[in-house]
């Protein structure tokens, strides 16, 4: 099992910047690609950022690119999202999410309870 906890939400005013954090426990984090998603009222969850286990690969959301950096530190077992120029079409609960790297056909089988960000114009 791995055990995420996300932090660092809040209210922001558009055109801010917040960093979440997920910090997880329970299984060797550099095994484990990770990823931030986030649901928004009435709209499917969707992948905002992903990183792999080695933190050389990322992928983003064309939404997010080049506003936000996903970035790991291993030996803090920790995720982080840097999210820079927010709209308000950022608003939504963000969770972060874990997959076995190491494992054939994984998908991101751990999460956090989610940190809501909201966003005002």
């Known amino acids: 099992q791995v055990q995420l906890v996300e932090s660092g939400g809040g209210l922001v005013q558009a055109g801010g910047s917040l960093r979440l954090s997920c910090a997880a426990s329970?299984?060797?984090?550099?095994?484990?690609?990770m990823g931030w998603f986030r649901q928004a009222p009435g709209k499917e969850r969707e992948s905002v950022a992903t990183?792999?286990?080695?933190?050389?690969?990322?992928n983003y959301a064309d939404s997010v690119k080049g506003r936000f950096t996903i970035s790991r530190d291993n030996a803090k077992n920790t995720v982080y999202l840097q999210m820079n120029s927010l709209k308000p079409d950022d608003t939504a609960l963000y969770y972060c999410?874990?997959?076995?790297?190491?494992?054939?056909?994984?998908?991101?089988?751990?999460w956090g309870q989610g940190t809501q960000i909201t966003v005002s114009s």
């Open positions: 329970g299984r060797t984090f550099s095994l484990y690609d």
């Open positions: 999410a874990a997959r076995n790297a190491f494992k054939s056909g994984s998908s991101y089988d751990y």
């Open positions: 990183i792999k286990y080695h933190g050389g690969t990322t």
